[in-house]
């Protein structure tokens, strides 16, 4: 009899506990939303509000990655602020383009030589994430795309992006290409503030120069907007992005919203990808819960 008495107040200790702990866990989730139960696939995501910096939630943050093409974020920055005329004319690099053919990188559509323009490279590096307009900007700003990874990764230094680092332009895979989700909507928004780059990120559709390879020129399309289904943002509104996707990297989005006339940056990266040929677009998914989590909240 006395050891059924011991056994239940063992017992009664032991559920006291239980309650207790759980009790804690629901106290800290208030202050450390990374401790909410894990809705999202991807492994690494940062949201921020872009005017107060508030953190709107972290998972995985700070743990490095590989970008895909997102790096072509950087692409574009770095080459924005080093063209003074955005409508000079300036060829598709010959070998970086046959090189990108190659590896069967994304491509906007140029042809090798092909005479458009820095504005149309730049659409072109940003809406269809196109390989042989990252490389050619890179060869007409630097003299090669060693040097412009170089200011790559030299403004990233500036900014402070410590765990990340670049070794071309396009974001075709390389384990000494990193980053983390912290890092590139640091990056990302620093960028939103040069004016050209905002403006061609939130673009939906652009209209290339005409050329004689390109009578009407090329429309390009964003991969992120014309992915969108305008009904699944009741109460926001995703205005732009970039997206990548590799076998290493998984599938990545960086977008801007707005929710309720606020701007934020959401990071989503490494959503699994088993055929890449048809992706499931989780990272679609997480992306679309992480501004209705802001809305509803």
């Known amino acids: 009899m006395r050891k059924f008495s011991t056994f239940i107040k063992f ?20 202050y450390f939303p990374s401790l909410h139960d894990d809705e999202y696939t991807s492994p690494y995501i940062y949201m921020i509000d872009r005017e107060t910096k508030n953190v709107i939630y972290e998972k995985s943050a700070n743990t490095r990655a590989y970008p895909a093409s997102l790096t072509k974020i950087m692409t574009a920055i770095v080459a924005l602020e080093n063209i003074e005329n955005l ?37 072109g590096t940003i809406l269809t994430s196109g390989g042989e307009a990252a490389n050619s900007l890179a060869i007409h700003i630097a ?7 170089q200011m790559m990764n030299d403004k990233a230094f500036e900014l402070g992006l410590d765990d ?31 004016d050209d780059f905002k403006t061609i990120f939130t673009k939906e559709t652009f209209q290339t120069t005409s050329t004689p390879d390109h009578l009407d020129g090329i429309l390009l399309t964003s991969t992120v907007l014309t992915s969108l289904n305008k009904d699944e943002q009741n109460g926001f509104e995703i205005i732009g992005g970039k997206s990548g996707t590799t076998y290493d990297a998984g599938q990545c989005w960086a977008t801007l919203g707005i929710v309720a006339s606020q701007e934020y940056i959401s990071i989503v990266m490494g959503a699994p990808i088993e055929d890449i040929s048809h992706p499931d677009g989780e990272q679609i998914v997480d992306t679309l819960k992480l501004y209705k989590n802001i809305k509803s909240s």
């Open 164 to 194: 990340t680092h670049f070794t071309n332009p396009e974001g075709l895979h390389d384990e000494n290409q990193y980053t983390t989700a912290y890092d590139m909507a640091k990056l990302l928004d620093y960028a939103l503030e040069n």
């Open 143 to 149: 003299g090669n795309v060693e040097y412009f990874v």
């Open 11 to 30: 017992l009664v200790i032991v559920v006291v506990l239980v309650f207790a702990f759980i009790k804690i866990m629901d106290k800290a989730k208030e």
């Open 87 to 123: 409508s000079a004319i300036t060829p598709v690099d010959i070998d970086t383009y046959q090189d990108m053919v190659a590896q069967n990188a994304s491509m906007a559509g140029f042809f090798g030589g092909e005479e458009v323009t820095y504005r149309d490279l730049l659409y």
